[in-house]
Each structure stands twice: as C-alpha cells, then as structure tokens.
C-alpha cells in the first residue's frame, strides 16, 4: 500500500514538473512575441523619425535654393569674386551665407565619390580662398545628387552618395589646411534638383558668418 501511495506522489509530481515546464516554455514564447512586437515598433519609429528629419533638411535645402535664385537674379547678391574663373565653381550670397558650389561631374565620376585627379586642381583653389579670406569660420559640407535612383552602384540610394561625396570634399579640404572641427556633413541626395540633371549633381560648401 505504501508503494502504491509513493507512486502516486510520483506521478503527481511529475504532472506538476510538466504543468510547469510548459507555462514556463508559454512566458518565454510570449515574452518572445513581445520582444519582437517592441523591436519592430522601435524600428518603424526610427524609419520614421529618419524620414522627417530628411524632409525638414529638404525643406531647408529648398528654402535656400529658392533664396539662392533669387540672388541670381539681376540685383541679387554676388558671391566672393575671388572664386570666379575656377573651373566648375561658383559663389553666391544668401544672407549671411556664402554657397560655394561644385558641379559633381567635375569632381566624381558617374556614380563614384572618390574625386577625381582633375578635380583636385579646382578644390586647391577653393580650399585656398576659405583658408585666407574665411579663417575660424564655420563650414557646412553639403552633397547634393539628381533624381534618377541608383540601380548599379556600391551605394544604396542617393542619399548616402550625397553623404559620401560631401565627406570626399570635406576630407580633401581639411588635408589642405582647414579644421576639420568646424567642418559639418550633410546630404540632401535628390531633394533639392535644379533645372538639369548635371546642375544637380554637386557639392555645396557653405561658410555661415559669425
């Protein structure tokens, strides 16, 4: 009798060990399930959060395009002269902004962000005029591409070409004598095209006065 009854304290306790074993193997499933539910949420907010941030600075871009034709026009403010003449350069003045633009088929081969050895020609030049006439000022490095989305390339859309190419510059300019502390990247990729596709293919470098 006694055999009997240990049996089946046995047999409960390994109906309670199972019973166990499975709500324990549930709240990992579960828990699981929630990890994944929260990581999925974190990842479509940040997509967000990266898509709103590119808008803003498009927004931006766009204002100072607009702001930038305006200073093209007849009467509109000139930029430093001394950038005139440098091969695929020019300079305009948006309110207490100089924008130096380079066109990008001057500096980069079709789909690249490694300058070309021609390009650099211009570049000294420009780096030159910065560290004379704008010393201590603080630069923004802006890439810029046109709207046709990239099929064959290393890079996996336009905007981290854009990026690429601003930090090609930006690497070049600071080996010629400027502080790279107040030297800041961005790119714009394909928000803010100008009227052809080779016009908006560039890199803006932009000295902000104090």
């Not at 089946?8 to 994944?36: F, H, M, P, R």
Request: glycine content about 8%; charged content about 30%.
């Amino acid at each position: 009798m006694k055999t009997t009854r240990l049996i089946s304290i046995l047999a409960l306790v390994a109906a309670t060990t199972l019973v166990g074993c499975k709500n324990n193997q549930q709240s990992v499933d579960a828990l699981t399930t929630e990890n994944e539910s929260l990581r999925k949420q974190l990842d479509d907010r940040n997509a967000a959060l990266e898509s709103a941030d590119r808008e803003r600075l498009a927004a931006i871009a766009r204002a100072d395009e607009s702001d930038k034709a305006k200073a093209a026009a007849p009467g509109g403010a000139a930029g430093d002269k001394n950038f005139a003449g440098i091969d695929g350069v020019t300079a305009s003045q948006i309110g207490n902004e100089l924008h130096v633009s380079i066109e990008g088929d001057v500096l980069f081969d079709s789909g690249k962000a490694s300058l070309k050895d021609s390009s650099k020609k211009s570049l000294d030049k420009v780096a030159a005029i910065l560290k004379e006439k704008y010393p201590g000022k603080y630069i923004r490095v802006a890439g810029f591409t046109d709207t046709d989305p990239i099929k064959k390339s290393a890079f996996k859309n336009n905007y981290y070409l854009g990026f690429d190419r601003a930090y090609s510059v930006r690497e070049y300019i600071i080996s010629k004598g400027l502080d790279g502390k107040e030297i800041s990247l961005s790119s714009f990729g394909p928000d803010v095209p100008l009227k052809t596709k080779a016009q908006s293919r560039r890199v803006e470098v932009i000295v902000v006065s104090n």
